[in-house]
């Protein structure tokens, strides 16, 4: 109806550039027609009075302004308006079909795959209208780009979808090719995240419009997909170990599932859930002990649920190191108690950390457990950065302020801020407010603001309660069940003591509350700092939950474990090393990562850093990391994983002959996976990329016009047409319209 109408396609109107062929100017047809409705003004006014009484006001004005515009498309059709628009010559451009030849074009929809809804399209007559006018040059794609004579060599068995990577690729080919235009037949699942900003600009730079064909389905009817799954990539052995699995789903809503984790074919945890709203992103947190020190392959999946339509995307596999090393913890407290007691036992059972403690027995006398060396302690609280930083947590029991020299104060600070340690502050008579800290300079550090008085310390029961957020903590998981575990605290002994702890500081987290006499106060809170952490534990009475229950029970040990293991986790060596993807889905570049502190953990930029690489079969590589000129002591390299399986990647910092740090890396590239998610039809990837370069977006169903589109193209080899308007049929039908109108009008008002 549009071509009828207008003689031409909607191409040539958003495509060409509008003119004026009669002799005259442009300002003469404006100048005529402003003329023109000031005489059809004037007689207007002129006539008034004949017609008083019936056509008058606002009538008078319509019919007015209808002459007006007919007699402006009639001047403007006197001036000859035309279209000059760009074409392709015939058979001098060539047009770059671009087949997705990835597995997830073998997805069977409605009866047939999404390749073979493509084959017919192509067999069906658009090779054949395209071959009358154009070279014809085809490519399929999944990784990367491959030109093919025949189409039947398309199988849709590729690993991923890199739509990106290979526009870029027929973009380059093009410099030196009269391509007039590109027709990419995709899903648009993506692997890669889309097409990058520079492949855009050097299709536009060259003119090159892509035309996109959708192909599958937008949602799915009954579908789950494991979007996502976070959890850290190192831990301490024998730590529980939490992953915050992202899912979505359509068809299911409030039906339930059941997500498991497994690893080497062994469940380490499964938990049922109960799907929420069809389309939204829903996270799931579970549970489970990392166990013993070695690298994890932990495949976290959703069981598949009757008529799911893609049961592929249900699985993800996360890597995790679990280290074997014993972190050291250092303890000083100011004098003997039943707390300092049992935290000391329930460490004694903890095969991975190693507690060395400094009780004060008198006012100037220490006695020293665990230690590693006659020497270490000897002289009292290191007041040394290598004495102090050897160790990753400092625990400060019921000791003043003022027994830290101001060095001392400062390292703490330090400690903390730049090594990246973890400080726990326990209650007593010399802890927190009643031991100065409130006007220490290590009050900034700690996540509650003391009060700023004495009498904070009650030796008064006081019973304790999860938080929201202690529910969901790894510190306070005494029962897997998040409900249980609510349960099991709130049946725990009262405590033998608290100490008012003051308000929490922005950003600070409470894990437990203390209920005394129907009021609530934080008793552990905690809060990152810098590069480590603080928390604050208001009390010395959890050992009633040792004494007064059975010998069986583990509350108080598991507690104290799980807080000293959150105390020293994430504190960091002199070398760290990471990479954004540990998992490589269908992708072969790595990003090594590197950060590198020297002996007194300040970055280290004068250093050279080295990562020894071990691939699958025995292939070995060394490679350089290069420092980041952005951050200091950061140093980076890009590698690719030519084969799929397990990589390790030891770095070695080294500042001339002298080592400064060395840090494991595991990772493995996985292929077959990337295609299972995002399979939809991202129709928006599509259109976006049609619009930006300066074509259009069509169902795979309706291509009839895409030859004559094409047509219109300022690539490769064109010549300029001019197209005449004044003869099209709308131009008639206007006249027509504006005329009867009038008509229609007037006898109406009885004017005629």
């Not at 005259?24 to 008034?48: D, Y």
């Not at 069977?108 to 809804?117: A, L, V």
């Not at 927190?432 to 008085?453: F, I, K, N, Q, Y």
């Not at 004068?606 to 079969?617: E, H, L, R």
Request: contains cysteine; glycine residues 8%.
């Amino acid at each position: 109806m549009f071509e009828f109408l207008f003689k031409y396609p909607g191409s040539v109107f958003r495509k060409g550039d509008w003119v004026l062929l009669g002799s005259w100017p442009a300002w003469a047809l404006f100048l005529c027609i402003v003329a023109g409705a000031a005489a059809l003004a004037f007689t207007a006014w002129r006539q008034r009075g004949r017609t008083a009484g019936r056509v008058h006001g606002w009538r008078l004005a319509a019919l007015w302004a209808l002459q007006a515009a007919m007699l402006a498309v009639v001047l403007t059709m006197l001036w000859q308006p035309a279209i000059t628009i760009a074409s392709l010559k015939p058979q001098q451009n060539i047009v770059a079909v671009v087949l997705d030849d990835s597995k997830s074009m073998g997805l069977n929809e409605d009866g047939s795959t999404r390749r073979d809804k493509v084959l017919n399209a192509l067999n069906g007559g658009l090779l054949e209208n395209l071959a009358t006018k154009f070279q014809v040059r085809l490519f399929r794609f999944s990784g990367g780009l491959e030109r093919i004579e025949k189409l039947d060599v398309i199988k849709s068995e590729g690993n991923a979808t890199r739509v990106g990577d290979n526009l870029a690729q027929v973009a380059a080919e093009s410099a030196t090719l009269p391509i007039g235009a590109i027709v990419l037949f995709s899903d648009g699942a993506d692997n890669t995240g889309g097409v990058d900003l520079e492949t855009v600009n050097a299709l536009r730079r060259q003119r090159i419009p892509v035309h996109t064909v959708g192909v599958g389905r937008e949602k799915f009817a009954k579908d789950i997909e494991v979007a996502d799954v976070q959890t850290s990539p190192r831990t301490l052995a024998d730590s529980r170990l939490a992953a915050a699995v992202t899912l979505r789903q359509r068809g299911y809503t409030d039906q339930k599932a059941r997500i498991t984790v497994k690893s080497e074919n062994a469940t380490l945890h499964s938990q049922d859930i109960t799907l929420k709203a069809e389309g939204t992103m829903q996270t799931e947190t579970v549970t489970f002990n990392a166990g013993a020190a070695g690298v994890k392959n932990l495949q976290v999946s959703v069981e598949p649920l009757q008529g799911e339509e893609n049961p592929n995307n249900n699985r993800v596999s996360r890597l995790v190191n679990v280290e074997n090393r014993k972190p050291r913890i250092l303890y000083i407290e100011g004098e003997p108690k039943w707390e300092f007691k049992f935290i000391r036992r329930a460490m004694e059972e903890d095969r991975t950390l190693q507690l060395a403690s400094m009780l004060r027995t008198t006012q100037n006398k220490i006695y020293r457990q665990g230690i590693a060396t006659p020497t270490e302690l000897e002289t009292g609280f290191p007041s040394k950065v290598d004495e102090l930083f050897s160790y990753e947590a400092i625990i400060i029991g019921g000791v003043e302020a003022g027994y830290f020299t101001q060095t001392q104060v400062e390292l703490l600070k330090q400690f903390v801020d730049r090594r990246g340690g973890g400080l726990l502050f326990l209650a007593g008579r010399g802890g927190l407010s009643e031991g100065g800290w409130h006007r220490s300079p290590l009050a900034e550090l700690m996540p509650v603001t003391l009060p700023d008085r004495k009498g904070t310390f009650h030796r008064d029961p006081a019973y304790v309660e999860l938080t929201a957020a202690g529910r969901d903590s790894l510190i306070c998981r005494l029962e897997e069940n998040p409900d249980k575990n609510m349960e099991r605290w709130k049946k725990l002994p009262f405590l033998a003591d608290y100490q008012e702890a003051g308000a929490p500081k922005a950003g600070a987290v409470v894990l437990v509350d203390a209920q005394v006499a129907g009021r609530k106060m934080p008793l552990l809170v905690t809060q990152n700092y810098g590069r480590g952490r603080v928390a604050v534990m208001a009390t010395q009475g959890t050992w009633r939950w040792q004494m007064t229950q059975p010998l069986a029970d583990k509350s108080h040990e598991m507690f104290w474990q799980q807080l000293l293991r959150w105390v020293v986790q994430d504190t960091p060596g002199h070398l760290v090393a990471m990479t954004p993807k540990p998992v490589l889905a269908d992708d072969s570049k790595v990003v090594l990562r590197a950060e590198v502190r020297d002996r007194n953990y300040l970055p280290a930029v004068d250093t050279k850093v080295m990562a020894n690489i071990i691939g699958p079969g025995g292939a070995a590589e060394q490679v350089e990391l290069l420092p980041d000129p952005v951050t200091p002591g950061t140093f980076v390299s890009e590698w690719r994983a030519e084969k799929p399986g397990a990589y390790v990647a030891e770095m070695v910092a080294k500042k001339g002959e002298e080592e400064q740090g060395r840090d494991v890396l595991n990772f493995r590239r996985e292929d077959g996976v990337a295609e299972n998610f995002g399979a939809e039809q991202n129709k928006e990837l599509l259109q976006k990329l049609a619009m930006e370069t300066g074509g259009r977006y069509y169902p795979v169903n309706a291509l009839g016009k895409l030859p004559e589109e094409i047509s219109y193209s300022e690539a490769g080899i064109t010549i300029r047409e001019t197209k005449d308007l004044w003869n099209m049929p709308a131009i008639f039908l206007l006249l027509l319209l504006l005329r009867g109108s009038e008509w229609l009008l007037r006898r109406r008002w009885g004017v005629v």
